[in-house]
């Protein structure tokens, strides 16, 4: 059985990690800022449907299964970085719709839409 003293320590140290901002913080707040409240609730609400998936994921085995067979891992690094690799070529493309305007809050349909 743990120490109550322990599980107190243990406890606080969640609750200072939980209060903590991290990069999905300052994501949400990115959006939020630059496409008003509706951006900010879009990218919440993905990186949410993004931890769903992760923890199915883990609970249902398959996370296990990427671990039993190693080149399953390459192929998600390789695809992970093909992926940045085009979010970088997009960045860098010239856009004629890029101006120096202040940003307009966007409707809900246009954030969640993808976009290739």
Do not use: E
């Amino acid at each position: 059985m743990i120490d109550v003293g322990t599980l107190s320590l243990f406890l606080l140290a969640v609750l200072a990690l939980f209060l903590s901002p991290g990069p999905n913080m300052a994501f949400v707040l990115s959006h939020g800022v630059a496409h008003g409240v509706r951006g900010g609730f879009a990218a919440a609400m993905g990186i949410s449907a993004a931890d769903l998936v992760h923890t199915l994921c883990a609970a249902t085995g398959v996370t296990a299964l990427v671990a039993a067979w190693p080149p399953s891992f390459d192929v998600l690094r390789y695809a992970g970085a093909l992926y940045l690799l085009w979010l970088a070529w997009q960045a860098m493309r010239p856009a004629s719709t890029r101006s120096n305007a202040q940003a307009q809050p966007a409707t809900l349909r246009a954030l969640c839409a993808w976009r290739c």
